[in-house]
């Protein structure tokens, strides 16, 4: 089994809202990740969880906060949002953090208003 | 930095019609190349790793190679089903780094 699976599919929020993203996977991958893709664009890297531990921050802004509860799942929680967050945000995970090869969730849909 | 560019940028092919998608890489210690296929609003679809130069895979009508430069992933009769973005990505030594896809389109 190879699914990572993401909640919820598609997400509207105002700018002053609060709201968080669920990533799930029970491969036994220690590494997780997110992602965030603008259209036509490549996965762009937000932050990297090894053991569930942040190891990598891609100097993203403070009003995107993970988090990590244990090694099956990945939270990512969104406050004070711009229009230009909005976006698909993608769920991975590997089975290391080193030369492994990433499963991707199907993604949230991100629309700020 | 790393660097991964993909070309064509946009490809459109009639059934039956092989072809090859191109991905040049600059890495600092190459740990492995990645080719995903992604559809339209899903997320990236893992299709292939690569690890040291000359390393070929097969999966039903795709065939991805790797050089020290670049990886090729060859379509070989290609169905419409096969229409979608393929991606390539090289993981370094910190992080994997993406390609902007090759938008494949297999017209019937």
């Known amino acids: 089994d190879t699914e990572v699976t993401q909640t919820p599919k598609h997400l509207v929020m105002g700018m002053t809202n609060k709201k968080s993203l669920k990533c799930e996977q029970h491969m036994g991958h220690r590494a997780m990740y997110w992602y965030k893709q603008k259209a036509k664009k490549p996965p762009e890297l937000m932050f990297v969880?090894?053991?569930?531990?942040?190891?990598i921050n891609e100097s993203v802004p403070s009003r995107f906060s993970p988090e990590c509860p244990n090694s099956s799942l990945l939270n990512l929680h969104l406050h004070a949002l711009q229009p230009e967050d909005s976006a698909l945000y993608l769920c991975?995970?590997?089975?290391?953090?080193?030369?492994?090869?990433?499963?991707f969730g199907p993604g949230t849909r991100l629309t700020v208003t | 930095e790393d660097q991964v560019t993909q070309s064509p940028e946009a490809l459109r092919l009639q059934e039956g019609e092989s072809s090859s998608l191109n991905c040049s890489y600059t890495v600092s210690g190459l740990r492995g190349l990645f080719w995903y296929r992604q559809d339209p609003g899903k997320g990236p679809e893992f299709l292939f790793t690569?690890?040291?130069a000359g390393e070929e895979k097969e999966k039903e009508r795709l065939k991805a190679t790797l050089t020290k430069k670049e990886s090729f992933l060859h379509i070989t009769a290609p169905k419409p089903e096969d229409s979608a973005t393929y991606l390539c990505a090289v993981m370094g030594y910190q992080k994997v780094t993406f390609g902007t896809g090759t938008k494949l389109q297999v017209i019937p």
């Open positions: 690569l690890y040291s």
């Open positions: 969880y090894s053991y569930e531990k942040l190891s």
């Open positions: 991975a995970s590997s089975q290391g953090r080193q030369s492994y090869e990433q499963y």
